[in-house]
């Protein structure tokens, strides 16, 4: 039913997250981005950013020709309304779902992302950089860390597409690990979700299409720049 284009990131797990949990029939296409897969045409022909995750939806709601998104908030929201699961059961619990997965679009991902890239990834270290993403990260971590104090999930009693969201993003770099021992609440949701048998399916995919390999110079640019042959 689901084409998947994926590589075992944070954003490719939110996706695999929700297709375990949910039980949809899905297909997995490799996207290295190491290798510079998301550049090809027929990758950007559907999501035009050059990044993955992006599904192709070959038996939409409406009977008519498959639909692909990108962007893999875009795609939780797609995937939630196309089930009716995981999105909140009425107006007010949309609400608290749809601003809590906004909060990590806009804020958790990216900031843990910079806070990732100056850590781990940069050529030389950046006492500046390392720092601001730092702090920052451990702000947006306490704002969720009360945000969960009196509930087992982000947007109250049920998990929902705004903690397979947040989930993948909690302390993702192995090189540059986090001190969570601030975050009672955090620590727990995050175990409960880690002892879901969705989740532990879904970290399998990501170990089946894991790859080992010392960074390069072609990586590197794949990853962080634009290659010489793409305009």
């Known amino acids: 039913m689901i084409d998947l284009y994926y590589w075992p990131t944070p954003n490719g797990h939110k996706i695999t997250l929700f297709l375990e949990e949910a039980g949809l029939d899905y297909t997995v296409h490799p996207v290295d981005i190491g290798a510079g897969d998301q550049f090809k045409p027929e990758f950007l022909a559907f999501s035009p950013n050059n990044k993955m995750p992006a599904i192709i939806d070959n038996a939409p709601a409406d009977g008519g020709l498959p ?3 990108f962007e893999s908030g875009a795609i939780l929201v797609y995937l939630a309304n196309k089930t009716g699961k995981f999105f909140g059961a009425d107006v007010r619990q949309k609400v608290e779902v749809n601003q809590w997965l906004m909060w990590q679009m ?30 920052e990260v451990q702000r947006l971590l306490g704002v969720l860390d009360k945000r969960l104090d009196g509930r087992d999930f982000i947007a109250g009693p049920q998990y929902t597409i705004a903690d397979m969201a947040c989930y993948p993003w909690i302390d993702p770099y192995d090189k540059a690990p986090m001190d969570l021992s601030d975050y009672p609440n955090l620590r727990r949701w995050r175990a409960a979700i880690a002892e879901r048998p969705g989740t532990v399916r879904a970290y399998e995919v990501a170990d089946r299409h894991r790859v080992q390999r010392e960074m390069t110079e072609e990586m590197r ?4 720049g634009t290659p010489a042959n793409v305009d």
């Open 106 to 135: 806009a804020g958790l991902g990216p900031m843990t992302g910079q806070y990732g890239h100056f850590n781990v990834y940069a050529p030389e270290p950046i006492p500046y950089a390392i720092d601001r993403y730092t702090r």
């Open 221 to 224: 640019r794949n990853l962080f």
């Open 67 to 69: 639909i692909t998104v």
